[in-house]
Nanobody, 127 residues
Framework: VQLQASGGGLVQAGGSLRLSCAAS????????MAWFRQAPGKEREFVAT????????TYADSVKGRCTISRDNAKDTVYLQMNTLKPEDTAVYYC?????????????????????WGQGTLVTVSS
């Protein structure tokens, strides 16, 4: 599956952005989807994940309550709505897909479980 992330940009602290990730080349509804991010000089970190069915989500503590991950299986797209952005949210955001043939409620926060990655979209939050 190929993933194309978009929606990044420059925003002031306290603002909002919605990231999108369009998938192609696979059965989107068979993949758990996630967002990771990598800030300059730091390792890639987990942000949020959503199960293939969309019924289960998990968030990193750093974004819980400020971000919402969702998906539209009819449009083969996953979203990350980010509110009350902080300068420390500045990073390249990557979407990722993990195929799992079992429960459609399965989610994982481990990057090595995700076999497919998008190219990343830059989010810059100014103070």
């Amino acid at each position: 599956v190929q993933l194309q992330a978009s929606g990044g940009g420059l925003v002031q602290a306290g603002g909002s952005l919605r990231l999108s990730c369009a998938a192609s080349g696979g059965t989107f509804s068979s993949y758990a989807m996630a967002w990771f991010r990598q800030a300059p000089g730091k390792e890639r970190e987990f942000v949020a994940t959503i199960s293939a069915s969309g019924s289960r989500t998990t968030y990193a503590d750093s974004v819980k309550g400020r971000c919402t991950i969702s998906r539209d299986n009819a449009k083969d797209t996953v979203y990350l709505q980010m509110n009350t952005l902080k300068p420390e949210d500045t990073a390249v955001y990557y979407c990722a897909a993990a195929y799992y043939s079992g429960l459609s409620t399965w989610v994982t926060v481990l990057p090595h479980h995700y076999g497919y990655w998008g190219q990343g979209t830059l989010v810059t939050v100014s103070s």
